[in-house]
């Protein structure tokens, strides 16, 4: 609840005066300890602000001090732009540099307000500061953030409330007929509290759900070896909430402290303190209710999210049970609802790939259940924040299994997102856990999913190491399938370096295993590539066959794969294309475009647009190759992929159209 802080209100109004002074966006930094009201006084002063920046309003917590680290940035600019209504109908890129770019160029031209909460340091904030004048950046953090000071920024220090502001703040909470009462007993309960807002919501809390007790029971029992006024007025007060819980409330809320996630739901806190959901739902309600938890969001699926503050997760951590075994259970049941809705979305999502068996975790959790693909999207996407940290958890379990399990489920989140950092995070600890659980499956799965995301970050030659090491283990273990997909991984990654003659022997060879195996899917992923290598290099008459086979296998498969066929349709257009059949090349690059866009997959749609240009420009269309190029340079920019509007930028400029 907000209460007055008028002259804070004028000095944050005098502060912004200053700031405004500088080229690019002002910001503001409001500090102070936990718990003085720094995120209530930002968000009202930002409401009052709110006209003069009629595009947007945007809130983001930046996790000072949560169990899983502060928030990356990309992870704020992720959520910042979907604030802006970015990424409702596709995904936005994961890369960082694109993120910040995307953020930037969105910004640039708007007048947006930004509040970033718990900062943690400079460097969280910095990149998401718009580059032009006409936005705000506020922040709040406990400490001081000097390193802004080199960039314009203001701070204003917050104080406690004064002792009339802190009585109005109990009145509003328990009522001005118990205040009125007893206004002796109010007023020693606001200066026992430090004036701290937070301290007196908590002690006032639970005289609310009290309504029968007087407010002398919300002070602290005198003692000659304690103060009148505490030291920590904020520690206390949630040292005395927890004292007035349940033992159930009480152990559940251990249970959530010692989980290391960003955020917590219904069903994840329900795993993680061994309750049902509807018994989770009442005692995080109950806790919300006593101001023990905050209600951060709801996301997509999840639905409310709630995280601890630090002041409270550390007084949490010190009763109760002992924390190694707690910690052990919590951790345990937390990790067991994670690989269980991983898996559920990796079944529907990515059928084809093949997942390690899921290690026992104890007693079972309720599953997620997931309707259709955009809910298993939107669960993972809303879930990733906490996907570093559940690997870290996983791999000091002691158990490699178990890291090993969640990397592999969690494949389709990098699969449609392509998060390549990340990816590459979670893949090496993943090959760790691995190599020291010595299984040559997990090592296998480890290395080629590793192998994907190194390809995507261009270290081609560190993917093709990596692959040749799952290879070795495949033929140790006369797994012919594994073979045949490690040769294919190989052969794309060379691909990929433009190293077509070299890929054209490792496809070949992946083509004929799959054959053998009777594979349609396999045969006609690597004839794909096979067809598009060799096409490059000029001999069409080879090539087009296998473009048609690969179009004609993907395409008619049992279990469906629309993104791999339109991809086979699109290289065999381009095979046309450098066969001089223009207009086979057009009719087959166009449906390819439309299949993209109708399957939602944006980077391939902005792919064969470009195909189309290049086409276009191999028949000597110089207009509508400029055309093509236009759109696809376009549509790679709202994707926020530098590399690819960097080639299209240089494309056109050898058309004389830059």
């Not at 007060?237 to 809320?253: E, N, Q, Y």
Request: glycine fraction near 8%; charged fraction near 20%; charge should be negative.
């Amino acid at each position: 609840m907000f209460t007055d802080r008028q002259e804070d209100m004028i000095a944050l109004d005098t502060a912004l005066g200053r700031a405004e002074a500088v080229e690019a966006s002002p910001v503001v930094v409001i500090t102070g300890p936990d718990g003085v009201g720094k995120r209530a006084l930002a968000a009202k002063w930002a409401h009052r602000l709110a006209a003069s920046y009629p595009d947007g309003q945007l809130v983001a917590r930046l996790r000072a001090g949560s169990p899983g680290g502060p928030a990356p940035t990309a992870e704020i600019a992720r959520a910042l732009l979907r604030s802006l209504g970015l990424g409702d109908h596709a995904p936005l890129p994961w890369n960082d540099q694109d993120l910040i770019g995307l953020w930037r160029s969105e910004t640039a031209g708007r007048r947006v307000l930004v509040l970033l909460e718990d900062a943690a340091d400079a460097g969280q904030v910095l990149p998401l500061v718009p580059a032009t004048p006409g936005c705000l950046v506020v922040v709040t953090s406990r400490e001081p953030l000097p390193a802004l000071l080199a960039h314009g920024a203001v701070h204003h220090r917050l104080g406690p409330l004064s002792a009339e502001h802190g009585l109005a703040l109990l009145s509003r909470i328990v009522g001005e007929d118990r205040t009125r009462r007893d206004p002796a007993a109010a007023s020693a309960l606001v200066d026992v509290h430090g004036g701290m807002p937070l301290a007196i919501a908590l002690a006032a809390a639970d005289l609310v759900l009290h309504p029968d007790r007087s407010l002398r029971t919300g002070l602290p029992q005198p003692s000659p070896s304690r103060p009148t006024r505490s030291d920590n007025p904020v520690r206390d007060a949630v040292t005395s909430s927890l004292a007035h819980l349940s033992p159930l409330d009480a152990d559940f809320l251990r249970r959530l402290a010692l989980v290391p996630a960003p955020d917590l739901d219904i069903a994840s806190s329900a795993a993680a303190t061994g309750t049902t959901r509807a018994q989770a739902r009442e005692r995080l309600t109950e806790l919300a209710t006593r101001g023990l938890l905050d209600t951060a969001r709801r996301a997509a699926v999840r639905g409310d999210l709630y995280t601890l503050r630090p002041s409270v997760r550390d007084a949490a951590l010190g009763t109760g049970s002992p924390v190694l075994l707690a910690a052990a259970e919590a951790c345990a049941g937390y990790l067991a609802h994670l690989l269980q809705a991983a898996r559920a979305c990796a079944q529907l999502l990515t059928p084809h790939h093949r997942v390690l068996p899921r290690p026992s975790l104890g007693r079972p959790v309720e599953p997620v259940r997931f309707a259709n693909r955009h809910e298993a999207l939107a669960w993972l996407e809303a879930i990733a924040p906490a996907v570093g940290p559940a690997m870290i958890t996983a791999v000091d379990c002691g158990d490699p299994a178990i890291a090993c399990a969640l990397a592999s489920d969690l494949w389709p989140l990098f699969h449609y997102h392509r998060d390549v950092p990340m990816w590459i995070t979670v893949y090496e600890s993943g090959l760790r856990a691995a190599l020291r659980w010595g299984d040559p499956m997990a090592i296998r799965e480890m290395s080629s999913t590793l192998a994907l995301g190194l390809v995507a970050a261009e270290r081609h030659t560190a993917a093709i190491d990596h692959y040749q090491r799952a290879t070795t283990l495949a033929r140790a273990a006369g797994d012919r399938t594994g073979v045949a997909q490690y040769t294919s991984g190989i052969g794309a990654a060379l691909h990929d370096a433009g190293r077509y003659a070299d890929a054209e022997e490792h496809l070949m060879e992946a083509v004929v295993l799959y054959s053998d195996l009777d594979d349609r899917r396999g045969a006609g992923l690597a004839e794909t590539l096979l067809g598009s290598a060799i096409a490059r290099q000029g001999n069409t008459d080879l090539a087009l066959p296998l473009l048609h086979q690969a179009r004609t296998d993907l395409a008619g498969l049992q279990m469906p794969d629309p993104l791999n066929a339109a991809r086979a349709l699109a290289y065999l257009g381009e095979g046309y294309s450098i066969a001089g059949h223009h207009d086979l090349a057009v009719a087959a690059l166009t449906q390819a475009r439309e299949e993209f866009a109708d399957i939602g997959h944006r980077h391939w749609t902005a792919r064969s647009t470009e195909f189309l240009g290049q086409a276009a420009q191999r028949a000597g269309l110089s207009d509508d190759a400029t055309d093509w190029y236009t759109a696809s340079r376009t549509q790679y920019a709202a994707l926020g992929s530098t590399r690819d509007v960097r080639r299209l930028h240089e494309r056109l400029l050898a058309l004389g159209a830059g």
